[in-house]
């Protein structure tokens, strides 16, 4: 029985990352469907769930892609209420690569310091990674601080995170260098997950920080989220901190990717968003 991962895309064109490591992660063939909202996933999910006997359902899956993970959440929760009894089958939620990418980042800051009891900054959180950063890490205890250049769009994300995981996290606006100063004040970890190429924290910012233990930077593009370390950091130690650059989890990042696709065909009931995603990338760090 062939295992067909059907690519569920918010946007207007389906993302092809999602659509190559879908296949890297086992699907025998990937059906990209771009476009999708809870308003025409209907007959999608129908066709997915009826069409095979109980014993081959599970070779059937749903994967949730798309640059936005307020519409991704939106089409993940709309395709669950079609599931009813045995007639289900599994699916990932992963826009903009937020939860494995997400998932990756904690999973690393966990092989070097327990998050319970420490303060985290998620620099420009209000993204896709950062917010689902930020639930990891109050999940497992950290007090996280969410920052924007807007108050009110962070104050926006924390709400939306603490409604959809029970988590609380603290929001922030910054302004300026001042003001990402002030965040920092006896933080332990921080996070830059701001957009592609655009600086949010100079190594002057972070290298005589009396107690930052951690540095790590999402962004792989010139210039780097968080100046003074490198894209490729794996663990690196600079100015005594742990510092990690986008490259340096970007192989877990991936190999959590290919993993939950290949955990999608083992039963026909496994819904993976961000906790159950970190548990994956958990176990694939301890691995390696
Ligand atoms: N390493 C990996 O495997 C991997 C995988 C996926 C993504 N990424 C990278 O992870 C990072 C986060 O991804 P994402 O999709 O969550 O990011 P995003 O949505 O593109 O941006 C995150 C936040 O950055 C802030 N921002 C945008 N332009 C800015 C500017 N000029 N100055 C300051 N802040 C700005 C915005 O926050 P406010 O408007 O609220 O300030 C935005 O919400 C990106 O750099 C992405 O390339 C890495």
Redesign the pocket.
Same mark, same amino acid.
């Given at each position: 029985m062939k295992k067909l991962l059907f690519q569920l895309d918010t946007d207007t064109i389906a993302n092809a990352f999602d659509t190559i490591a879908a296949y890297d992660g086992g699907a025998d063939h990937v059906i990209r469907v771009p476009g999708m909202t809870p308003a025409n996933v209907a007959s999608i999910v129908e066709g997915t769930i009826f069409t095979r006997p109980p014993s081959s359902k599970k070779f059937t899956a749903l994967f949730v892609t798309g640059s936005n993970i307020g519409d991704g959440q939106a089409l993940f929760d709309a395709v669950k209420k079609h599931f009813f009894g045995k007639f289900r089958v599994s699916m990932m939620l992963d826009s903009?690569? /937020?939860n494995t $990418?997400s998932a &990756?980042a904690v999973a690393c800051v966990e092989k070097h310091c327990r998050p319970a009891g420490k303060r985290a900054v998620i620099l &420009?959180g $209000?993204?896709?990674?950062?917010q689902r950063a930020a639930v990891l890490l109050a999940k497992l205890g950290a007090s996280v601080l969410v920052t924007? #250049?807007?108050q009110a #769009?962070?104050a926006a994300v924390c709400a939306a995170m603490a409604q959809r995981f029970g988590v609380t996290l603290e929001a922030a606006g910054v302004a300026d260098a001042a003001s990402i100063a002030a965040c920092l004040d006896g933080a332990h970890i921080v996070l830059a $997950?701001? &957009?592609?190429g655009?600086q949010?924290l100079s190594e002057a910012q972070w290298a005589e920080h009396p107690t930052l233990e951690l540095i790590m930077d &999402?962004?792989? $593009?010139p210039p780097l989220?968080i100046g003074g370390i490198e894209m490729t950091d794996r663990g690196s130690e600079r100015h005594g901190k742990v510092c990690y650059g /986008?490259?340096g989890?970007?192989g877990l990042?991936l190999e959590v990717h290919r993993a939950c696709v290949a955990r999608l065909f083992e039963t026909n009931d496994l819904l993976l968003d961000a906790p159950d995603i970190f548990e994956i990338a958990r176990n694939a760090a301890r691995a390696r």
């Open positions: 903009n690569g /937020a $990418t &990756a &420009a $209000t993204g896709p990674v950062g924007s #250049r807007q #769009r962070a $997950t701001g &957009a592609a655009v949010l &999402a962004n792989a $593009t989220g /986008a490259l989890f970007g990042k």
